[in-house]
Structures are given as C-alpha cells and as structure tokens.
Antibody, heavy 122, light 112 residues
C-alpha cells in the first residue's frame, strides 16, 4: 500500500524557518515526481512546489519562489520542503502528494499524505 | 481568487444528480491540459476522484463521472448519497504560470 506521512509542522515566528518531511513507502520512490500542496484551514488548495523523480528538476509557485526549497533523498524515500522567511500567509496544512510519472510534476496527485499544520505567528 | 472557477456550493437530494463546473481559460483547460477532480471529506486529505478528464481510479464508484469541453470541465454525481457530502476540487495545469498545477476554489456539496 502506498503511504505518505508528513512531519515537521509546528508554530514558527514570522521570518523564521521550518523543514517539512514526507516519508514515503509502498512504491519505488525515485520513479515518481512529488509535490507539496497547501491548504489554509477552511479554504482551497494551492500547489506549492514539485520535484522530478530524480530530484534534478524543481518547480515552485510564484508565492514561495526564493523562500522555499524542495528536495528529496531517494535513498531514504523522503521528500523535504525547506521553508525560510515564513510569512503569516504561509500558515496552512501542507500535504505531500505523489505524481503518476517521474518527470515534470503536473499531472494528478494520488495519493496524498494526511498533512502537517504550519502556524506562523508571534 | 483561483485560476479555475468553481461554484462555491451545490446541493441535491439523495438519489438525484448534481454537476459541478470548473471554468478555466486558454492557458489551462482551453489549451488542452487535462482536468482532475478530488474529493475532500471533512477533516481528511483530498482523494483522487477523476483523472485525465474522465478516468476513474479503481475503487471510485461509477456514480462519479467527468467531462471536458473547451475551456470548462464538469464533474457529475448521480444517485447522490449522504456520504458524498464533501468538498470537491478541480485541478489542471496552466502554461502562463511558473510551476505545475492550478486548482479551483472548491465546491461544497450538500446532500439535503
């Protein structure tokens, strides 16, 4: 069974940093692109960042470009999201999600992890 | 303001048919990019419902169907059941934006 388990969320002050992790199991991790999608509680979904299966190519939404960095460790079956210079508007539940192919992410997402909550506040 | 436009809410009685629209533009749906749909039950992560405009993953009932035409797509649910009450999101790709995907704002389905 394919499983994705996020961790690393929590409370951080504006301007601070946080690293999210997503542990994957049940599939050949390096063969699939992965993405991070966030959702402000009670609001809609926003794609944040994606990475190819090899990790060589990364993509970012304009709202996080230059502040967030996506990476993966295929030897550990783990996806990361390094979030720097956090703002109040970055507060959300962050989901990791698996792409059906290994190249550029941009297809459908299945499955999704359970999400990890990031709160940005003083 | 989402790139893909969905109605905020729809409703229907048990057994009825409802549709949820997803309207895009020439840089996303109208450019030929596929549309996918997700169901999000309260307090849970989104779940893939339809991929590639009209394909159902295994385990998704055939009461759910998707279609696409021009710059819009639709999700239809027939034989509405109480358990279908959830938020539904469309998802596609937009060539005018950096990155990968764009989502609709979501539609809350209420089963009366």
């Amino acid at each position: 069974e394919v499983q994705l388990l996020e961790s690393g969320g929590g409370l951080v002050q504006p301007g601070g940093s946080l690293r999210l992790s997503c542990a994957a199991s049940g599939f050949t991790f390096s063969s699939y692109a992965m993405s991070w999608v966030r959702q402000v509680p009670g609001k809609g979904l926003e794609w944040v960042s994606g990475i190819s299966g090899s990790g060589r190519t990364t993509y970012y939404a304009d709202s996080v470009k230059g502040r967030f960095s996506i990476s993966r460790d295929n030897s550990k079956n783990t996806l990361y999201l390094q979030m720097n210079s956090l703002r109040a508007e970055d507060a959300a539940v962050y989901y990791c999600a698996k792409d059906p192919y290994g190249g550029k992410p941009g297809n459908w997402f299945d499955p999704w992890g359970q999400g990890t909550l990031v709160t940005v506040s003083t | 303001q989402s790139v893909l436009t969905q109605p905020p809410s729809v409703s229907g009685a048990p057994g009825q048919r409802v549709t949820i629209s997803c309207t895009g533009s020439s840089s996303n749906i109208g450019a030929g990019y596929d549309v996918h749909w997700y169901q999000q039950l309260p307090g849970t992560a989104p779940k893939l419902l339809i991929y590639g405009n009209s394909n159902r993953p295994s385990g998704v009932p055939d009461r759910f169907s998707g279609s696409k035409s021009g710059t819009s797509a639709s999700l239809a649910i027939t034989g509405l059941q109480a358990e279908d009450e959830a938020d539904y999101y469309c998802h596609s790709y937009d060539s005018s934006l950096s990155g990968s995907g764009v989502f609709g704002g979501g539609t809350k389905l209420t089963v009366l």
